[in-house]
């Protein structure tokens, strides 16, 4: 089909026309982005965490004891000694973070070189200690060894403001090794968290560890776990192993051994920590319906402007049509007429919203951080705005088939 005189005719409504496109433009813009930010939130659902949540308790307890003092040091073996007393509780430790509590964030800049940890230059990661976490938690180690009990430092003295001490050794994540090292083996490898202190060396790769929280940089598996040791003064958080059935039992039988203890402990937080990826989540979901319902709204005001827009022209050309089908066109030319019409129409708005998608994606790296915008979203957002033209289309071009030579002259 010659596709002069369809532009032609288009350049005769440009305000019009002008308006459509940019709406075509706006919703392509739009809904690329809006679906990657769906995948993002649904992924962030299904992410690995590296150990079975509905296996694990997290109980975060408040007390008054003094910072660094012998007695919290005391307090904190005998509230140990007393959870693992507890019968169904198979492993427990003292974390300095709880994996998927959004509170309990202790980030840290993985720096290749120590004027980069100056800069706080380098992926941000979990920083987790506590002796036995990694077992307690329940990870899979799946290069190197575990870390060697006599590394083991107080955390204090790794964090605390004037200190200059860090673990010689530490656990990093597959998926972190991967964006540190590419391609290399990450074992031996060393690497700075913190400016002024000596380097860490890689002795081992565990499969998955979920950071505490899962942002949608998509660095949410981005973790290091390091030989720290971990007292009740330190803001911590108990960790307790089970089965699944026992759960709720060993929860309360641990709140109650530690009141025990100590009858003024305040307990913050008490749940599996399947509950806690439920809580920080929960909102995902919504906000994937949210984004979706806000891209089938834009779907529909566009399929409606042209809806619009065609039976315009379908009112206003009823004589030229009238005059091609008494020349000989067909209801197939006509109708073919008006869908690579709509196609040339919807191809422009689609080219500019490309750019505008980009530009979009831009401004969300910038700002919220988030992934740059995959190139696959570009076609597949044009696919779907092609659909939408050619579906709303149909029925004005249809109508415009259905015009007779003799309606045509008669109007």
Request: proline share 5%; hydrophobic share 50%; net charge neutral.
């Amino acid at each position: 089909m010659n596709l002069r005189p369809i532009l032609s005719a288009l350049l005769r409504h440009k305000v019009i026309l002008t308006l459509l496109i940019l709406v075509i433009a706006l919703s392509c813009a739009v809904v690329s982005n809006s679906v990657f930010l769906i995948a993002l939130h649904l992924q962030r659902l299904h992410l690995p965490a590296g150990f079975d949540e509905n296996r694990l308790l997290e109980i975060d307890a408040d007390n008054l004891l003094a910072s660094g003092s012998a007695q919290a040091r005391a307090h904190t073996r005998e509230a140990l000694a007393a959870l693992r007393q507890i019968p169904g509780v198979q492993a427990v430790t003292l974390s300095n973070v709880a994996p998927l509590d959004a509170t309990a964030f202790t980030p840290g800049f993985i720096a290749l070189t120590a004027k980069d940890a100056e800069s706080m230059s380098g992926p941000i990661a979990d920083l987790y200690g506590g002796e036995g976490f990694a077992q307690t938690v329940g990870l899979r180690l799946v290069a190197g060894r575990w870390l060697d009990p006599a590394s083991f430092v107080d955390y204090a003295n790794v964090f605390k403001p004037d200190a200059a001490v860090s673990p010689p050794e530490a656990l990093i994540t597959q998926a972190l090794a991967q964006r540190m090292w590419p391609g290399q083996n990450p074992l031996g490898k060393q690497f700075y968290f913190r400016a002024g202190h000596p380097p860490t060396t890689v002795v081992g790769v565990v499969r998955h560890l979920v950071r505490s929280v899962i942002f949608t940089d998509g660095g949410s598996d981005y973790s290091v776990i390091l030989p720290m040791r971990v007292w009740l003064d330190d803001g911590a958080y108990y960790l307790i192993r089970t089965d699944a059935d026992q759960r709720a039992r060993v929860l309360h039988a641990a709140v109650a051994a530690l009141h025990k203890l100590d009858p003024h402990e305040a307990i913050i937080e008490q749940r599996p920590l399947a509950d806690a990826r439920t809580e920080q989540l929960g909102k995902d979901l919504a906000m994937a319906s949210m984004l979706g319902g806000l891209c089938v709204a834009l779907l529909l005001v566009t399929g409606l402007g042209i809806v619009g827009l065609s039976s315009y022209w379908v009112q206003q050309r009823r004589r030229q049509i009238g005059v091609r089908r008494a020349l000989g066109a067909t209801r197939a030319d006509i109708l073919r007429h008006f869908m690579t019409e709509n196609f040339v129409l919807t191809s422009l708005g689609v080219a500019l919203g490309m750019a505008l998608a980009y530009g979009l994606s831009m401004l969300l790296m910038h700002y919220y951080e988030l992934p740059r915008l995959p190139w696959f979203y570009f076609p597949a957002s044009a696919l779907a705005l092609w659909a939408t033209g050619q579906f709303a289309v149909l029925v004005p071009a249809l109508r415009a088939s259905a015009i007779s030579p003799a309606t045509a002259a008669s109007g």
